[in-house]
């Protein structure tokens, strides 16, 4: 055979722009390979993948349900049962009342929060020696289990809805405080040189360089740390509340109603997905700037 | 250049250490920069010509010595000494004609007057096209095109530059030299222009402060007699000029000696 072949593209080997690829690869690899290195998807690939993933996810489940035994088959429902379960309850119980606390427990909490994390992460992040009065004590309170504030508070507060947003507070706070922390150190050190030289006071720097500049990191840090509210809330209306998503799947569980418990966590898990779509959207509306170019 | 031209930048015995002085990175300097010179600070790689450059802007103190610009003593940094960085400068989050308004509205200009000279400006460096362009739209060269228009729009009284074309290939390099020359021609600032490319600072500069490695002191300071006082905007006419090729030949000669120490 005189005829050298190419190693990056077999014969027969589909080419780039014929086949479902798209933008470069960079493996050298043929294309129709799933497991491209380095090689990025379309947001319609990406949506495919999605879909095909979910998919899976319920047909497994679904699977599951009827591969478990005749007689203890309720404690594993069918995804169509669970969706069942969360429109009787909306349409019976109210369903949406409860959803509609446990969500404003979440956002108040968590926005409480912000509105302390965000300027004392940035202070610190500009001003080294106010870092290094404050941070030991916030760093080290992230070792303390949230959890562990629930008798204390319940002691303070008794079971109101004080004690369950305190509890929500406490359990992102210290997180949010660091991560923002992070987030403004790593704005670029000559960005805030090049205002210097320019003559912007120090206000003008603070605010308009380097909170501008890492506003984004910091929707990012913000849009992680509001997953972690949505834990600490099922834990606290399990623990000690009268209403809220964790109080019905509570109370479900006393009658081992396994369907409502899994379409409580089925509505958990769609609340967070949301809530990480609306930051999503947030940042890209909010910094055109920062958008992935495409391609 | 005449003895009575006015002085624009007085460095008095700089010295600047690390370390808790046990590292002296620019040992006892001392310069005049005139009035509408360009001066070149040359030498090895960390020689300390950052750490005065950025003793000039302000962002460093001098462990001695003072620095004083048109008869003020440098206390910090400043409009009226513009800086250009070699890393990209540019504010991510405005568009080039924003970059270069942010200046002048930290001075007050207001905001018609301020527009209309962002686009004079960014017209000046050939960048009118990108006006409504963010940076991460833009190539390594448009940027510092950006960062240099957003400079000289606040009409500082000296402009510093931090090997400002470093980071840009070759081409864009030349295209952005030619671009300066033509600046310096109509703004005649007082400039000095921080590089470690013997080739660049021949072309651009009036002087050349070259630096001996650690501690950086001045080993020569030379001005570019050679070029009678002009300045060549095409390269191949600079390269034509009699004289030209000794000079490099001796800047290359210096910086062996610094380099290998002999
Ligand atoms: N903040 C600092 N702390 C300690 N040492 C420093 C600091 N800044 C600079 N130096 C040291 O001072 C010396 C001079 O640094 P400088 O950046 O001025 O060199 P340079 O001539 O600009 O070099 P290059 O051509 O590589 O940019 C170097 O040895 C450097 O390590
Ligand atoms: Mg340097």
Redesign the interface.
């Known amino acids: 055979m005189a005829q050298a072949t190419n190693p990056i593209r077999p014969e027969g080997a589909p080419s780039n722009t014929a086949g479902q690829g798209a933008g470069p690869r960079y493996d050298g690899r043929p294309a129709k390979q799933y497991l491209r290195l380095l090689t990025p998807v379309t947001s319609r690939q990406a949506a495919y993948y999605g879909v095909a993933g979910a998919f899976l996810f319920f047909l497994i489940w679904e699977a599951g349900h009827y591969l478990t035994p005749e007689g203890s088959q309720r404690f594993l429902p069918s995804p169509q049962i669970v969706v069942g379960t969360m429109v009787r309850l909306t349409v019976e119980k109210n369903y949406l009342a409860d959803v509609g606390i446990s969500l404003a427990r979440v956002l108040i909490s968590f926005f409480a929060a912000c509105a302390i994390a965000v300027p004392l992460g940035v202070f610190m992040g500009c001003f080294a020696n106010m870092r290094a009065f404050i941070n030991p004590v916030f760093s080290g309170a992230r070792y303390l289990p949230a959890a562990s504030f629930i008798p204390l508070l319940l002691v303070w507060f008794g079971p109101t809805d004080t004690q369950k947003l305190a509890l929500l507070f406490l359990g992102v706070i210290f997180f949010l405080v660091a991560l923002i922390l992070d987030n403004t150190e790593a704005v670029e050190k000559s960005l805030v040189e090049a205002a210097l030289t320019m003559g912007a006071s120090r206000s003008q720097i603070v605010m308009g360089v380097v909170v501008r500049a890492a506003s984004p990191a910091i929707v990012d840090s913000m849009r992680n740390m509001i997953a972690v509210s949505w834990t600490y809330l099922v834990i606290e209306e399990i623990v000690a509340a009268q209403d809220g998503i964790g109080a019905v799947m509570m109370r479900a569980g006393r009658f081992l109603k396994v369907d409502i418990i899994m379409a409580g966590i089925l509505t958990i898990g769609i609340l967070g997905v949301l809530t990480d779509i609306a930051f999503r959207l947030l940042s890209y509306y909010l910094f055109p700037w920062n958008r992935k170019r495409p391609g | 250049m005449s003895d009575d031209a006015t002085l624009a930048i007085e460095v008095q015995n700089v010295t600047r250490r690390y370390m808790g002085g046990k590292f002296t990175a620019v040992d006892d300097i001392s310069l005049d920069v005139p009035e509408a010179q360009v001066c070149a600070f040359v030498g090895p790689s960390g020689c300390g010509k950052t750490t005065m450059l950025r003793m000039l802007?302000?962002?460093e103190e001098p462990t001695e010595g003072s620095i004083v610009t048109y008869g003020r003593p440098v206390l910090?940094?400043?409009?009226d000494?513009?800086?250009v960085?070699q890393?990209y400068?540019s504010?991510?989050?405005?568009t080039a004609l924003q970059n270069v308004e942010?200046?002048m509205k930290?001075?007050g200009v207001p905001k018609a007057e301020r527009e209309a000279k962002a686009r004079k400006w960014l017209e000046e460096v050939h960048l009118s096209q990108a006006a409504n362009s963010?940076?991460?739209?833009l190539s390594g060269g448009m940027k510092q095109r950006v960062?240099i228009a957003?400079?000289l729009a606040?009409n500082p009284t000296v402009l510093?530059l931090d090997e400002p074309f470093g980071a840009l290939d070759a081409q864009v390099r030349w295209e952005m030299q030619e671009m300066m020359i033509e600046i310096f021609e109509v703004e005649r600032k007082t400039t000095v222009l921080v590089t470690h490319d013997v080739q660049e600072a021949i072309y651009l500069a009036d002087r050349i402060v070259f630096y001996t490695r650690t501690p950086g002191k001045v080993k020569q300071d030379i001005l570019m007699d050679f070029k009678n006082g002009q300045r060549f905007r095409q390269k191949e006419e600079l390269l034509a000029q009699p004289g030209y090729i000794d000079m490099e030949r001796q800047l290359f000669a210096w910086m062996r000696e610094e380099i290998q120490g002999t």
Request: zero cysteines.
């Open positions: 802007a302000g962002l910090g940094p400043g409009p000494r513009g800086m960085f890393a400068t504010f991510p989050w405005l942010y200046g930290i001075l963010y940076p991460s739209e960062a957003r400079t606040q510093l």
